[in-house]
């Protein structure tokens, strides 16, 4: 071998080997400030404890019009079942709850009643959007797994819908269901307008689906079922031009809205689960939560989320259309200059891409909002007894 053979060979036997070791360096760097930046946050975290609620993932459509092209097709699972993108949707939304609460999990990371706590609405694709959440919140690790990959059971729990009044919010409300009738049957001046200005769409909606279409909740449905089929990569109809989604959105906006379209209503769709929160931050403050219970999870429905959203006064910070996988998070802090001091922090993840929420302004409660000024600040929605605000007859 020549001489300028050889010394070329030098030459690249020196750079792999530079590479090589720079290479090992950087991973040896970038693993010990991983760790570090991970025991950092672990140790500086003022978060002290969460309850999530988020919506489920992609769905089937739940309901079909008479003349819909699609109505007919397979759809696995059945119609309104949780899709495969929908279960994968949930599954990064726990990985990016993770990024920011993995302080409150156990050191092993392994799921303990006394930690945490998960209720889902009684549908099937909310207790397995749950199930798919916690799969990416929590796996355990090679050495801690009992299964033969890397997943842990972890119990989700619901009650009956008639029964529930956090979340799928069906149970029965003496004073509210007659109210929601009346808004439907005699409609508030601004939704007899917007009827009115409406009508020609919902005769030729009605023409163009086989479906009568006479109010926003007609028009809501239909927006929902097209929203599914489109996200689907279906070929909606050729009347949906020019129609959907621009002149279908505010009148679905409006229609869930109307849950919660006086303080009264706002009280019984939205103070029921914000009063959850608050006892559980309390009882936590207080100690008479379980000590190291500190995650609360919610899976429920876009409606769910509206609800409470719009009963707060924090609609348009966050979201009318609350897309899948989406999520409200109510945080306790712990004041770092203020120890044993507590303060109330609200965020929103848009959807499952979301690994940097939103943070939300709590009307009437200015930064630091400290527990009881956010009590305070929702006194208009807390309430002891739901029968007995909602004059539900009593039970023999």
Known sequence: MSIAK??????????????????????????????????????????????????????????????????????????????????????????????????????????????????????????????????????????????????????????????????????????????????YSN???????????????????????????????????????????????????QWTVGVYPDRLVPLAEKSYTLFTDNDYMKRIRGGAFVGEVYNKMAAKVNKTLESSRNLFFYSGHDVTLVNVMNSMGILNQTSTLPDFSSALVFELHEMSNLPEQYEVKVVYYQDSKTDNPNVINVLNCPTPCDLESFKKSMSGLLFDSYDEVCENPEKC
Request: glycine fraction near 6%; proline fraction near 8%; hydrophobic fraction near 40%.
């Open 6 to 183: 050889q010394s070329k060979c030098q030459k690249r036997r020196a750079t792999k080997i530079t590479v090589i070791v720079l290479a090992g360096v950087i991973f040896a760097v970038l693993t010990s400030y991983i760790a570090f930046g991970q025991k950092q946050s672990l140790h500086d975290s003022t978060i002290r404890m969460a309850a999530i609620l988020f919506r489920h993932g992609e769905k089937n459509p739940t309901s079909f019009y008479p003349n819909d092209p699609h109505q007919n097709r397979e759809w696995p699972g059945g119609p309104g079942a949780l899709t495969a993108r929908g279960s994968l949707q949930a599954f990064s939304l726990g990985q990016n709850l993770r990024l920011r609460y993995h302080s409150l999990l156990p050191t092993e990371g392994m799921y303990s009643q006394q930690n945490m706590f998960v209720r889902s609405s009684y549908a099937e694709r909310c207790i397995m959007s749950a199930q798919a959440m916690l799969a990416g919140f929590m796996p355990p690790t090679e050495s801690t797994s009992v299964l033969p990959f890397l997943w842990q059971p972890v119990p989700v729990t619901s009650v009956p819908r008639l029964d529930d009044t956090l979340i799928a919010q069906k149970k029965p409300c003496l004073k509210y269901d007659k109210m929601m009738k009346e808004i």
């Open 187 to 237: 409609p508030p001046p601004d939704l007899a307008q917007l009827d009115a200005d409406n009508l020609e769409l919902y005769h030729n909606l009605t023409e163009f689906t086989g479906k009568p279409i006479k109010t926003v909740l007609d028009v809501e449905f239909l927006y929902n079922t097209l929203k599914a089929e489109e996200d689907m990569g279906l070929q909606l109809p």
